[in-house]
């Protein structure tokens, strides 16, 4: 009964609030909902703007419409990014390619001839897998308690320079993201073609990796890699087993 007094209460008082926001809002969500739309039909002319599943005017976490477009977009772009360095490191890994230095003090090889990329995963020890998967973990924290959030404003697929944060307590010389300043150099134009081809080169990526995983699992999933790879007997999906 409390409660439903407190929820009429609020809801009368939401009624007298003022609502200047409401417009500025309203076009803010706009303009992400067209740019999401822009980019669509620059990445696939054909296709173009396809969305069965209105994820493009929904909303989460009780967030606004233009905040979830922004953690959508930013999540393509991200895991694109994972997607194609795992496509192409499962590549250089399948063809015995590795550094040339040893992966530990006692002098222990890169594990090049455990097999398969899941099998040489297998085959590092925990310790190795720990500092890997913190070292990631340490990016994602940074990425998003680091300049403005992609959610509050800030460029989907932008990862923030750690020489522009406080925190990071010591100097550090690259940043990961163009560490050389290629990038910086290029003009605006050159940025959004850049970022169609980063979209739907990750796009393809995260279907290339899923492949050769799956083709590895389940035999005959991908006809066009039958043969092509190994069967691998673990599990791709538990790091530490």
């Known amino acids: 009964m409390k409660l439903s007094i407190l929820a009429t209460l609020l809801a009368s008082a939401a009624a007298f609030a003022p609502q200047t926001n409401t417009r500025s809002t309203s076009v803010a969500t706009k303009a992400a909902k067209d740019d999401l739309m822009a980019i669509a039909e620059k990445s696939n002319p054909v296709l173009k703007y396809y969305d069965p599943l209105q994820l493009g005017t929904t909303t989460i976490w009780g967030e606004t419409n233009e905040a979830t477009i922004g953690f959508l977009r930013h999540s393509e772009i991200k895991h694109g990014r994972v997607a194609m360095a795992a496509f192409v490191g499962y590549i250089v890994q399948s063809n015995g390619f590795h550094f040339p230095w040893q992966i530990s003090f006692d002098g222990s090889p890169f594990p090049s001839d455990a097999g398969s990329p899941p099998e040489q995963w297998d085959a590092l020890t925990d310790p190795a897998k720990w500092q890997i998967i913190l070292f990631i973990g340490f990016l994602e924290w940074?990425?998003?308690?680091?300049?403005t959030h992609y959610m509050r404003g800030g460029k989907p697929g932008d990862f923030p320079k750690f020489s522009d944060s406080e925190l990071i307590p010591h100097p550090v010389p690259l940043n990961l993201f163009d560490p050389f300043g290629f990038s910086a150099k290029k003009s605006e134009a050159q940025k959004a073609e850049g970022l169609i081809k980063e979209l739907n080169n990750g796009r393809l990526a995260q279907i290339g990796i899923i492949a050769f995983l799956s083709e590895q699992k389940v035999e005959?999933?991908?006809?066009?890699?039958?043969?092509?790879v190994p069967h691998y007997n673990g599990e791709p999906m538990a790091p530490f087993m």
């Open 142 to 147: 940074f990425s998003e308690a680091a300049g």
């Open 220 to 228: 005959g999933s991908v006809p066009l890699l039958k043969g092509l």
